[in-house]
């Protein structure tokens, strides 16, 4: 029992040692691990906002998602190429602690990254945290209006109003009367995208069946980036007779094109213009996406940080700011623009109020 | 002397002299050496990164944040090994934390007591929930035969399902457009943190003292009572504990009922020490990363603070990769790499002081033959 006690001391101890060995040997002869300094457009058009180094911390999933990530990762891009500023980028972990999330800002604040944008609810208590020990960094989180301060943009979407819009494109697409909603974890944020779509769907056609899965349950947040349950939902609502699926779930996405690809079903994409996005072997079977236009939210955050004009508070992006929309690549749903665009001036000039749960 | 490989690697038989003290030697070094030819082989500065993550690790307020990480995942890893060293895999241990820290914030949130009193209500209703959830399978498998592996598993998707019921549908109340909890808990219920480190503002959970408090507990019931022995007796023989007067049914559900009590209490120190409610940012799998710390410090409760401290200083280190544009997932390797080579190296390292003991037996009686030969041949 006491021998083996003490192996175990000898081994943290060992394992220090070893580290700081390393650390000796390499101490001399090479640069410490610095930020690798990100290929700046010296060209750049702005030349006033070539300083700005911008942190941005992502959501589970990250850059590479096809979706919600992906779409901020474009702002981002569009701020780099046009504004000509600096940017680093952090990713969250799946399971990760709260207190991972709060450094995770703080380590880009602490780094001279100012601003810095967190991309998702989640980060919401860091955001007001971390926010508040840096008075002197512009902060913004998109999907949040809770954190609160005067250094802190919340840039919030109508995710209802853009799902309403697809929710009638389905409707008005489906032969069978029979369409389906795939959400990734319940939660209230994805229970919008569920309302606005049954919403839309029942304009169009009030006795329509909607058929409703979400893939995961709080704190199990693997549906949103699980394209194999994904499948399998859409597989499900397919074979009871759906013909057109809109799935809100994040990378799990991928899996319901899949499906709908098998089944010679049809697929409505979400966030990114998933038609361009998504894997090209089944990008045919997307006919329209529900766009949340977190690129150009942060994008304009950027721009405005970089122009000094940054507002604190919550900033709405709803179909009348242009936040949020359908997209017609591909040109599948030409034939029933024009209704659509006759929902979109609705819901615009309040004629129609899309329920949000 | 035969021992089967599940006892080694479960640190029920241990071993002794300095093949003790090489085995974890080596397993660090391997690890090591892995982890250099994965940055290698991925484009990475070897040198850099290990400098990066010591530097990092060893800031005032990254070891409060390791210190913070691992005292949830030493709870985690005690109610784990609880099972292991009855031979019961309790893979239960994550439903048995959600479900008990929902249940527990709920009832936090719900009622307001003097302060000693508040706290203590919410973590022993914790303990309760957690028991209550992994009872279930113990007695599944007292009276069924049900093996706890299947119905652990099966209780933790099931706790999922009822513990998003009774958040979204009855308990939560709506913390943000976005975020739902449950209602937070007063500060009379909160624990505050203790400025452990100087020289950052970031406090250590004050619920570190009750890891500490378990750690001690599970070793004194381990090895200083006879519920411990018969547990462990069961552990090593199930045939040998019956015939020496051992219920082992009743061992069964008892070890379970402690294996969850003590999974009760790994939401607690984040839940009364940061958060104060139980909503969307909860934090899940922490029970699976408590199997591997057990495995790591070998089901001793100075074992696996050792690999609770490691594995949070991994996870807080994979914000700064990820800074420096080196792939956080390096930490995940390193983590399953450290867990692989720590069970390989014992394995070796019990061979090698088997067949060691073998040579030096063998040499005794060969010297011994000898010394009865020349004995005859005088005579």
């Known amino acids: 029992m006491l021998r083996n006690r003490f192996g175990k001391v000898v081994a943290g101890a060992a394992t220090g040692a070893m580290l700081l060995a390393a650390a000796a040997c390499g101490g001399g002869d090479t640069t410490e691990g610095a930020p690798s300094a990100a290929p700046t457009d010296a060209a750049s058009s702005a030349p006033a906002a070539a300083g700005a180094k911008v942190g941005l911390a992502y959501d589970i999933g990250g850059r590479g998602d096809q979706s919600f990530n992906d779409s901020a990762a474009a702002g981002l891009d569009k701020a780099k190429a046009e504004l000509g500023v600096e940017v680093n980028e952090l990713e969250a972990g799946n399971g990760e602690a709260e207190s991972a999330k709060e450094e995770r800002l703080r380590l880009l604040a602490d780094g001279g990254f100012n601003p810095v944008i967190a991309v998702g609810f989640a980060y919401s208590a860091s955001v007001a945290k971390v926010a508040a020990e840096f008075p002197d960094t512009k902060f913004a989180i998109v999907d949040d209006d809770a954190a609160k301060g005067a250094n802190i943009s919340n840039l919030v979407f109508a995710e209802e109003q853009g799902s309403f819009l697809v929710g ?28 606005g779509f049954e919403a839309g769907a029942k304009a169009v056609k009030p ?3 909607i058929q409703s899965k979400y893939l995961t349950q709080p704190p199990d947040f693997s549906g949103f980036g699980d394209p194999a349950k994904g499948k399998t939902a859409a597989e499900g609502m397919f074979d009871a007779g759906a013909d057109v699926v809109y799935q809100a779930a994040g990378g799990s996405g991928a899996g319901v094109f899949e499906a709908a690809k098998a089944a010679g079903g049809l697929a409505i994409g979400v966030d990114s213009d998933q038609a361009k996005t998504a894997d090209p072997t089944v990008a045919d079977v997307i006919i329209t996406s529900m766009l949340k236009k977190v690129d150009v939210a942060v994008f304009d955050f950027i721009k405005s940080f970089t122009s000094d004009s940054v507002a604190a508070g919550p900033k709405v992006y709803d179909l009348a700011a242009g936040g949020v929309d359908y997209s017609t690549t591909g040109g599948k749903i030409d034939d029933i623009k024009t209704q659509l665009d006759d929902f979109k001036a609705k819901i615009a000039s309040g004629e129609i109020t899309v329920p949000k749960e | 002397m035969s021992s089967s490989f ?13 093949v003790s003290l090489a085995a974890p030697l080596l397993a660090i070094l391997f690890a090591a050496l892995v982890t250099a030819i994965v940055l290698t082989l991925t484009g990475n500065p070897v040198i850099d990164t290990f400098i990066t993550l010591v530097d990092y690790g060893s800031q005032p307020r990254s070891l409060v944040l390791i210190i913070n990480n691992a005292t949830t995942y030493y709870l985690s890893a005690i109610a784990v090994a609880v099972g292991f060293r009855m031979n019961l895999f309790n893979i239960g241990v994550d439903g048995q934390y959600r479900l008990a820290g929902l249940v527990a914030a709920a009832v936090g949130g719900a009622v307001t007591l003097p302060a000693p009193f508040h706290p203590i209500l919410i973590i022993l209703v914790a303990m309760l929930v957690g028991a209550a959830w992994a009872g279930i399978a113990g007695v599944l498998k007292a009276t069924r035969g049900v093996s706890e592996v299947i119905s652990t598993i099966m209780l933790n998707t099931i706790a999922t ?3 998003a019921y009774l958040l979204l549908e009855h308990w939560g109340v709506q913390l943000s457009a976005n975020d739902i909890g449950t209602k937070p808990i007063e500060p009379s219920g909160q624990v505050s943190g203790l400025a452990l480190i100087p020289g950052t503002q970031t406090k250590v959970f004050g619920l570190i003292f009750l890891a500490v408090a378990v750690g001690i507990g599970f070793h004194v019931l381990l090895n200083k009572t006879r519920f411990g022995f018969d547990l462990r007796a069961t ?12 219920n082992v049914k009743r061992m069964v559900v008892y070890a379970m009922l402690i294996s969850g009590a003590t999974a009760g209490l790994i939401g607690m120190p984040q839940l009364l020490g940061e958060s104060h409610t139980y909503n969307l940012n909860f934090q899940a799998g922490l029970g699976f990363t408590g199997i591997a710390i057990a495995l790591l410090g070998r089901n001793n409760p100075i074992g696996i603070a050792f690999g609770a401290l490691l594995w949070g200083f991994l996870d807080v280190s994979s914000n700064i990769l990820d800074l420096h544009k080196i792939s956080p997932e390096i930490v995940t390797i390193m983590q399953g790499v450290i867990v692989l080579s720590v069970v390989i190296a014992y394995e070796l390292a019990h061979r090698y002081s088997v067949v060691a003991e073998q040579k030096r037996v063998s040499r005794q009686l060969a010297g011994a033959a000898s010394t009865t030969h020349k004995e005859g041949a005088a005579a």
């Open chain 2, 6 to 18: 599940t006892d080694r690697l479960l640190g029920r038989v241990k071993l002794t002299g300095w």
């Open chain 1, 168 to 195: 009638a494109a389905a409707a008005l697409k489906s032969t069978k009367g029979d369409v389906g909603f795939v959400g990734g974890v319940e939660v209230p944020l994805i229970k919008k995208f569920q309302a």
């Open chain 2, 161 to 163: 399902g009822i513990g």
């Open chain 2, 235 to 246: 552990g090593r023989s199930e045939q040998a504990a019956v015939a020496s007067g051992v």
């Open chain 1, 207 to 209: 006795d329509i069946k």
